[in-house]
């Protein structure tokens, strides 16, 4: 049973587009989402997180956006470069224990 | 570089057999935790352990055990291997006792069982 669910698999973007990637959820009761960024060889590295009593955090080119209502949140990058070309994992803490993560969105950015 | 690290990179072997796989996770943390990724599967948690002691266990098969040591570097076993344990295996640490963000992660141990 997947709590945390990011269900495009991969999604291809021109370099200067926006990239938006999605994640939805199912346990009401998170309150925090982090997004990591993983590059091929390597293991993830954290990005950006937002806190329940916020609906947008940015942090240079990388904004999430949640909407708790619809259990949805989504990674937005402008512009989106070609070194931005990885796999995006969105996750939550589910209370006070390890996090967990979708299976992640591979992002390519064509030149 | 996390500063976290994991030995070794990849590890090849045979069904039925045990193998071991190393954590240093980085200075000052306090906790490790072992996660597994399938080809078809996101990050699925294994087990957390704080400071030499166990903290949560996740999806962990009752075939692989971990342990933090004294010096606070953990160790995954995993015996007798199925063909289905093919996987990359990374470990993270942080600071935190049981809140989780900001994990900092390995780089990974790509097991293939054979």
Redesign the interface.
């Known amino acids: 049973d997947?709590q945390?669910k990011?269900n495009s698999p991969s999604l291809s973007v021109q370099e200067g587009r926006i990239s938006i990637l999605n994640c939805d959820y199912t346990n009401s009761m998170f309150d925090?989402f982090?997004w990591?960024k993983k590059y091929p060889?390597?293991?993830?590295?954290?990005l950006i997180?937002i806190s329940s009593i916020k609906d947008k955090n940015e942090d240079g080119r990388f904004t999430v956006f949640l909407n708790k209502s619809a259990k949805h949140l989504s990674l937005h990058i402008v512009p989106s470069q070609p070194g931005d070309s990885a796999v995006y994992?969105c996750?939550a803490?589910p209370g006070?224990?390890?996090?967990?993560?979708?299976?992640?969105t591979r992002l390519s950015v064509i030149a | 570089d996390s500063g976290v690290t994991q030995t070794p990179k990849h590890l090849i072997t045979a069904t039925g057999q045990r193998v071991t796989l190393r954590c240093s996770p980085r200075s000052g943390d306090l906790s490790v935790y072992w996660y597994q990724q399938s080809l078809d599967q996101g990050l699925q948690f294994l087990i957390h352990y704080y400071n030499g002691e166990e903290r949560a266990k996740g999806n962990i098969l009752e075939r692989f055990s971990a342990q933090q040591f004294p010096d606070l570097h953990s160790e995954l076993n995993l015996s007798s291997l199925e063909l289905g344990d093919s996987a990359l295996y990374f470990c993270a640490s942080s600071d935190a006792q049981g809140t989780n963000e900001k994990l900092f992660f390995g780089s990974g141990t790509q097991l293939s069982v054979l």
Do not use: D, I, M
Request: aromatic share 20%.
């Open positions: 997947q945390v990011q925090y982090l990591y060889a390597e293991g993830p590295t954290f997180s994992f996750a803490p006070n224990t390890p996090l967990v993560f979708g299976k992640g």
